[in-house]
Nanobody, 120 residues
C-alpha cells in the first residue's frame, strides 16, 4: 500500500510564510512526479507546482516567485515553501504523485489535503 501523508499548513498572515510537506510511504520503486494542487471554496482544484524526476520544476504563473517546490529523494518527500502569502491563497492543498508502486505500475496518488488559511 502507498499513502501520501501531508503535514504543515494552518493559519498564516498576509505577507507571511508557510511550509507544506508530503511523504510517500509504503512500497515505492520510483517517483516520476510530485506536485501540489489546491482547491478554494466553490472553485475547482488547480495545479500549483510540479517537480519532475530530473528535478525540473513548473509553476502556475500566479505562484512564480512566491512558492517554491522542492524534494528530498531519499525521504520520498516533497515540500512547498509558500512566501508572501495572500488571502487568495486560502485553500485546501493536496499533494499528488505519479509513482511506481508495488504492482510495478505507475499510478497516481493523492494526499489527504491540508487547510491553508491566510488571514490577519
Amino acid at each position: 500500500q502507498v499513502q501520501l501523508v501531508q503535514s504543515g499548513g494552518g493559519l498564516g498572515q498576509p505577507g507571511g510564510s508557510l511550509r507544506l510537506s508530503c511523504t510517500a510511504t509504503g512500497t515505492v520503486f520510483a517517483i516520476s512526479t510530485m506536485g501540489w494542487y489546491r482547491q478554494a471554496p466553490g472553485k475547482q482544484r488547480e495545479l500549483v507546482a510540479t517537480i519532475y524526476s530530473d528535478d525540473s520544476t513548473a509553476y502556475v504563473d500566479s505562484m512564480k516567485g512566491r512558492f517554491t517546490i522542492s524534494r528530498d529523494i531519499g525521504k520520498n518527500t516533497v515540500y512547498l515553501q509558500m512566501n508572501s502569502l495572500k488571502p487568495e491563497d486560502t485553500a485546501v492543498y493536496y499533494c499528488n504523485s505519479e509513482l511506481e508502486d508495488w504492482t510495478r505500475r505507475v499510478r497516481s496518488y493523492w494526499g489527504q489535503g491540508t487547510q491553508v488559511t491566510v488571514s490577519s
